[in-house]
């Protein structure tokens, strides 16, 4: 039929005729006549025309991709070239003072509390402390949440804007939770380690699929029912 002549996309833009029996594909329309000069007009061209189109197409959607990647790696490497916060360096034994998020009416802020000491290092950022007043808990600190003890830095609070660290040094993932598109953009909720559930926030999912893949991608694999993390697998094709 006429359908066999037509080109299938899963067939690479060929059509099953062609696929099947090596044949050139016909169109179902080979001519027709002018209603005024009745000139008999040929169509022969059209197949032509049409491969010519979905080259066009096709060579076109590769530029745009090796654009955006362009485009992408050159802002990472932007961020990357910028010079990265200075945290301070705590040893096992330090007396601290921690950080913990508020809620202000309008914005987040920082507030200094009781002194702890760090128990133990986890990686270069990462400590452990212990409170030293009852209950004495235990918990999991960034570097940039973290100060030498003293005495008058007790019971402060400050903005959380004035104690943003622009750097990328040391922080570590918890876990990913939701997912969501914005502008076109997938993006996913990060919960840093050591840091607290106020100040998760928002990352490129391409950008987390390129740090941490393995993790990434078990997420990915076992909230892939969720339409939002199904949109990413199927935009970032991988499995």
């Not at 027709?32 to 076109?60: C, M, N």
């Not at 998020?101 to 002194?115: D, F, I, Q, S």
Request: one cysteine or more; charged letters at 25%; hydrophobic letters at 40%.
């Amino acid at each position: 039929g006429a359908l066999n002549h037509q080109p299938v996309d899963r067939l690479g833009g060929i059509a099953p005729v062609t696929a099947f029996t090596g044949l050139p594909a016909k169109t179902p329309l080979a001519g027709f006549v002018h209603p005024t000069s009745k000139e008999v007009y040929v169509t022969d061209w059209l197949g032509a025309a049409r491969r010519k189109h979905v080259t066009d197409i096709q060579a076109a959607d590769r530029n745009v991709a090796v654009r955006s990647d362009k485009l992408r790696q050159r802002a990472r490497g932007r961020r990357d070239r910028k010079s990265e916060v200075k945290f301070a360096r705590f040893s096992v034994g330090d007396f601290v003072l921690v950080e913990s998020v508020v809620n202000r009416p309008t914005k987040l802020a920082m507030h200094w509390r009781e002194p702890c000491q760090v128990t133990r290092v986890i990686a270069d950022y990462m400590m452990i402390s212990q409170q030293l007043v009852p209950p004495y808990d235990v918990t999991v600190h960034h570097a940039c949440r973290l100060k030498m003890y003293h005495e008058g830095g007790r019971e402060v609070t400050e903005d959380l804007e004035a104690q943003i660290a622009f750097g990328d040094g040391g922080f570590h993932v918890e876990r990913l939770d939701e997912a969501r598109c914005v502008d076109g953009q997938h993006q996913v909720l990060v919960k840093w380690l050591g840091l607290d559930d106020e100040e998760s926030s928002w990352e490129p999912a391409a950008n987390l699929l390129d740090d941490i893949p393995v993790v990434f991608r078990k997420w990915a694999a076992a909230n892939k029912e969720d339409h939002a993390v199904a949109a990413i697998i199927k935009t970032l094709d991988f499995p």
